[in-house]
């Protein structure tokens, strides 16, 4: 006998008694478990990675954003390969850690590099962990060079390429994912068919499978699988209300902040002067446009373009301006005819919020762009940050109190003389959190 009649007569033999049958679909039952469990760990294997990949863009973007950006040299230096360009991973961690103390170690790049950038220092980030700062630098490696793959497509003007490089691997873990469960599928299908072949064999009476729409078991799942989901769901619309991340209205008049407080580096408190001294950062008013625009009618500057791809007519727009403020060139202006702009407020807080200008500028030192992002970038304004409770306690966490020749902090004695005994450490210093920043009522009437 050949070895193929062999194999064919042990596996019918094997098929042929209950036993060995019974046997059979226990190991196959067990089988289709492990696969189904193997299916639900790699989903979440996944879900993983993907959340960390996320955290370390969150974290970049609420800690460097504002400074930093990652191929291209902005308020401080481009951040890609800037591994490669520290000695050691330890000097890196200290700098962002506390610049200020790192440059006391002589190190010649750092002092280099805080010399190259106008002796400004750097933020200084305390409370960031090895792997939160480790989850930074991996985005930042993450990120494709201009001119390479999608971002070649979201340089050339194609506003999916960027969304496509970062959603690919969202994208290959869902088709994993869905093909693992269409195996898992199919073998519970093939179990019920051998068991249905079982009882045919033992001379059991066939049992009328339920149908899949009647099915207590299939109806409980789904119904929980939805209930999860739509949970998920609404609670995420719950936390979002209110919020107005990336809001970019059109305004009465297009204003460019880049054209404005970057190409002509006007000051941002010219135009806000509230800033410094009130709650509220106030909106110029037409007198304030025409203390400039009496005698600069005409804008022969680069090209601008709105969100739309759209040229906008500089000189088309000052002549805008004319018109609410009542002035014709050539002619002595009566600002008594001046009419309000009607700007469009972007950045709105609760009433129950309360949030003062002064204290986060001039007391904390804060810079426009923390909360801002690059305002002396951008054309048309959007709101940078989504101004939630979390962000704004996150921040309070992590920011250190400008303590040094800052009289607005002179009441905390005690700090005061722990940092200059030593008893805190200086590198740490203090942070908005250690002064009450993250109590209720400093934010909540």
């Not at 630098?137 to 494709?144: A, D, R, T």
């Not at 001119?147 to 969304?163: L, Q, V």
């Not at 699988?225 to 305004?251: C, H, I, N, W």
Request: glycine share 8%; proline share 4%.
């Amino acid at each position: 006998m050949s070895a193929s009649c062999h194999i064919f007569a042990a596996v019918h033999g094997y098929f042929s008694t209950p036993r060995t049958t019974f046997v059979y679909m226990i190991s196959f039952r067990r089988i289709t478990k492990t696969c189904l469990l193997s299916a639900l760990l790699f989903l979440g294997f996944s879900t993983v990675n993907t959340v960390s990949a996320q955290d370390g863009k969150a974290l970049f973007t609420t800690n460097c954003a504002s400074c930093h950006q990652v191929h291209k040299a902005s308020t401080g230096p481009a951040l890609a390969g800037v591994e490669d360009r520290w000695p050691n991973k330890a000097n890196l961690y200290s700098w962002i850690r506390n610049s200020s103390a790192f440059l006391k170690t002589g190190d010649k790049y750092a002092n280099d590099l805080y010399v190259q950038y106008n002796k400004v220092a750097m933020n200084q980030f305390p409370n960031l962990t090895d792997d939160e700062i480790g989850a930074i630098l991996k985005y930042i490696n993450s990120v494709p060079a201009p001119g390479t793959g999608a971002a070649a497509g979201a340089a050339a003007g194609d506003p999916n390429a960027a969304a496509a490089s970062e959603s690919d691997n969202t994208l290959l873990f869902g088709i994993l994912t869905l093909i693992l469960a269409v195996v898992a599928l199919i073998l519970l299908q093939v179990n019920a068919n051998l068991k249905k072949l079982a009882d045919e064999r033992e001379g059991h009476a066939a049992v009328e499978p339920v149908p899949f729409w009647r099915n207590k078991s299939y109806i409980a799942m789904i119904t929980v699988v939805l209930f999860v989901v739509g949970g998920y769901l609404t609670s995420k619309g719950a936390m979002g209300l209110g919020r107005s991340k990336d809001y970019q209205p059109e305004q009465p008049i297009y204003y460019s902040h880049k054209v404005h407080a970057g190409i002509n580096q006007i000051n941002c408190q010219y135009c806000h002067t509230g800033v410094y001294q009130g709650k509220q950062a106030t909106i110029p008013s037409v007198n304030v446009c025409m203390n400039c625009h009496m005698s600069i009618n005409e804008y022969n500057g680069e090209k601008m373009y709105n969100e739309a791809g759209e040229e906008v007519n500089g000189t088309a727009e000052i002549q805008k301006l004319y018109k609410y403020a009542g002035f014709e060139p050539g002619k002595p202006w009566d600002p008594s005819k001046a009419k309000p702009i009607e700007w469009v407020r972007i950045h709105n807080l609760p009433d129950h919020v309360y949030f003062n200008h002064s204290q986060h500028v001039k007391a904390g030192q804060v810079a426009c762009q923390t909360c801002h992002g690059e305002i002396q970038k951008m054309g048309e304004v959007k709101q940078f940050s989504d101004l939630s409770m979390g962000w704004c306690i996150n921040c309070h966490r992590e920011t250190q109190v400008q303590f040094k020749d800052n009289g607005f902090y002179s009441i905390y004695e005690k700090y005061h003389q722990d940092l200059k005994s030593g008893k805190m450490d200086s590198t740490k210093g203090v942070t908005v959190e250690a002064i009450g920043g993250t109590e209720c009522q400093k934010c909540h009437y």
